[in-house]
């Protein structure tokens, strides 16, 4: 896999795809779709991207793993308003998206021991 920095606003058939049960552009899905619910997460034992743990869950064909507290620096958290990609670590820092303001959903924090290894 390509490391991919974080990068402009790309064009609907620029972004990588989002796998599982998407119900819009943004990214949402059927699981979690409020109005800040727009990012999807690159899964570390896949490759791919998904709306949420759910979506990987219920769709892939092999169980969920976190990304490495080592590899915070890898594009894997993906705004589905603009279609930027964000390192770990700058998802990790933020409230919104970088490159268009976007705010993410803050309960998503609640969740990040789901995605990526947590320090401790």
């Known amino acids: 896999m390509t490391e991919r920095p974080a990068r402009p606003t790309v064009t609907a058939g620029d972004r990588p795809r989002v796998l599982g049960p998407v119900v819009d552009e943004a990214t949402r899905c059927v699981h979690y779709r409020t109005e800040v619910d727009i ?4 899964f570390a034992c896949c490759g791919e991207y998904y709306p949420c743990h759910r979506c990987h869950e219920e769709t892939a064909d092999h169980p969920a793993e976190q990304w490495p507290v080592a590899e915070r620096d890898r594009a894997a958290v993906l705004c589905g308003e603009c279609g930027t990609e964000l390192t770990i ?3 990790l820092e933020a409230t919104g998206c970088p490159a268009c303001g976007a705010r993410f959903n803050e309960r998503c924090r609640l969740h990040t021991h789901l995605y990526f290894q947590v320090e401790g």
């Open 39 to 42: 990012i999807a997460i690159r």
């Open 89 to 91: 670590a700058a998802y």
